[in-house]
């Protein structure tokens, strides 16, 4: 065992030195944590008893989706699924984020346009993409994340207002609001430039806090504050913590690290006692900056944007156990471009991608679902 982790320690760093960014990660044979000296929580088979066989769905792009034009939506920054299935978009309308929007001390510097002035959330019909729902005019100013919890409630994050907002599902008034607007802050009552939210079947949440903050921050379900991650002597800086996802059967939050190039898993101690206390972190060098993540039972999946001309904007298939990319996959029709979001539905069957440029949305039919063993992996471009 110790020559082999010895060896793979060896490998790693001839890989490395040779520069290569397209490693093939192999389970059997390659392992980051042994190649990092972290412990690896994968090998504690009581927590994950399934590792031998994994079960992961092979994307495919639904071709002619939405089945009619979508009108003009601009940068789509979000995507959720409600309870119904059908995707919910947040969308910045003609606003654009960019060099110009903010100021060094992070404040937003176009509020004299006021907010956007079209309906900013979009509920599309899973099956046909007709739009089925529409709200949230004059209310946001720089949309970013969107999730919807299993109850329907939608909670959105506006980096430019600093604040996030839990909405019933047809959005007339938020029922909670956090952050002070338009004013970016570090202390728990502030919020600064806040990307994504998770939400938890006992009402516990997180917000990612976000582009200046570079914490998560969790909240009980009255909205107060209970956690911070990184807290005091913890081995966990984030840069840009971008998009956030729950795996409550194993009590693992994971952070799209966007400035890091990696997800990085923690538990969420939404269970006691807390089954493990060491970050999972997955950053093969041909992932670059992974810019959100969604999950379904026990994997996570995840999207980059541009980061280099050698890195292939791509979605992967992550493995949080294996601390590894167990696929990797794209579009066939077009390339993505600047993926934002990705939502997979709760079964598993459907999941979206959106981008910001071109404001567009894919949909991939994950309805098949394979080995992981028998498929195998695929090395990262
Ligand atoms: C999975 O969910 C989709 C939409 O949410 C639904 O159409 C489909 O019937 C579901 N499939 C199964 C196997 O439950
Ligand atoms: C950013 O803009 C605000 C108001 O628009 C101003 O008060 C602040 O001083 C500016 N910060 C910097 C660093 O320019």
Redesign the pocket.
Known sequence: MASNSIMYSLVFILLVAGGYANIITDLKDFAYSQANGETHVWDQTQVYPGLHTQMIPIPREVFGWPHVPLPFLGQIAGVS?NL??HPVLFHRGKRVWDETSFNASFIFQQTQQGPVSVDTVITLD?ATGVIIDAWGADRFYMPHGCTVDHQGFVWLTDVALHQVFKFTPHGKSPLLTLGSPLEPGSDMHHLCMPTSVAVASDGHFFVADGYCNARVLKYNAQGHVTRMYPQQNEHLSLLIPHSITLLERQDLLCIADREKRRVVCVSSELKTPVPYSTALSIQPPGMGRVFAVTSVGDLVFAVNGPTSPQIAVQGFTISPFREAVVDAWAPTSVRFRNPHDIAI???G??MYVVETTPGRIWKFDTSQWVDVNEFGFVPLE
């Open positions: 699924i119904q299935g899973s539905n709760k079964n069957t459907e």
